[in-house]
């Protein structure tokens, strides 16, 4: 059974370009969310998705956008990146409920 | 204040020793605790998931919760080098909830 799944691994973006990252649940997860996490910081959370929705949202600007598919898998979007940006991108399913699994993650720098 | 605390550390200890990583919380109303192992440029791996005060055990790792004092550990016996990776405490309100994360502590075990 195949984990949690996220594209690319690494990216490299310029200041100001928008950038698409994907995630792919586990088997039987219906809940994707977000997170970003800063060098020797934890996960800080940016939104939730649920039956295509937006469930729940962090403390990050409307630059952060979402989207869920059919089958349950997701994107974030950031436009008008900023140097601020460069993080770890980490996707977490769950099955609705309870223990969120996460992905490795997409490497994001910000030139 | 952070809602969640947690010492950065880094912790070094020798293999086969008991190790303690603890955390406090300011929130009255976590219910959910987990801990996850985070090896270096990769994504966090759910370690333990509780709900109530108490003892769970799980293999050579324990996690205690003591919701009266708002702090939760997690114990490792019998050290392995293996363990040595970032360990990140997190918890929530419902369990459909976005995780709220320690900054996590570094933990090196030397042979």
């Known amino acids: 059974d195949a984990g949690v799944t996220q594209s690319p691994t690494h990216l490299i973006k310029t200041r100001g370009q928008q950038v698409t990252l994907r995630c792919s649940p586990k088997?039987?997860?219906?809940?994707v969310s977000w997170y970003q996490q800063a060098l020797g910081q934890g996960p800080q959370f940016i939104f939730q998705?649920?039956?295509?929705?937006?469930?729940q949202r962090g403390n990050f600007p409307d630059r952060f956008s979402g989207h869920q598919f059919p089958n349950y898998s997701s994107e974030l979007n950031v436009n008008a990146l900023l140097l601020g940006d460069s993080a770890l991108y980490l996707c977490?399913?769950?099955?609705?409920?309870?223990?969120?699994?996460f992905g490795p993650g997409t490497r994001l720098t910000v030139t | 204040q952070k809602e969640v605390e947690q010492d950065p550390g880094p912790l070094s200890v020798p293999e086969g020793a008991i190790v303690s990583l603890n955390c406090t919380y300011s929130?009255?109303?976590?219910?959910?605790f987990m801990w996850y192992r985070q090896y270096s440029r990769k994504g966090p791996e759910l370690l333990m998931y509780?709900?109530?005060?108490g003892n769970k055990e799980d293999g050579r790792f324990t996690a205690q919760v003591d919701k009266s004092s708002k702090y939760i550990s997690l114990f490792i016996r019998d050290s392995q080098p293996s363990d040595s990776a970032t360990y990140l405490c997190?918890?929530?309100?419902?369990?459909?909830?976005?995780?709220?994360f320690g900054t996590g502590t570094r933990l090196q075990v030397f042979p």
């Open positions: 977490a399913s769950s099955p609705g409920r309870d223990e969120q699994y």
């Open positions: 088997s039987g997860h219906d809940t």
């Open positions: 998705y649920y039956e295509e929705e937006e469930r």
């Open positions: 929130n009255s109303a976590f219910q959910y």
């Open positions: 509780t709900y109530s005060s």
């Open positions: 997190a918890m929530t309100v419902t369990n459909t909830d976005k995780l709220i």
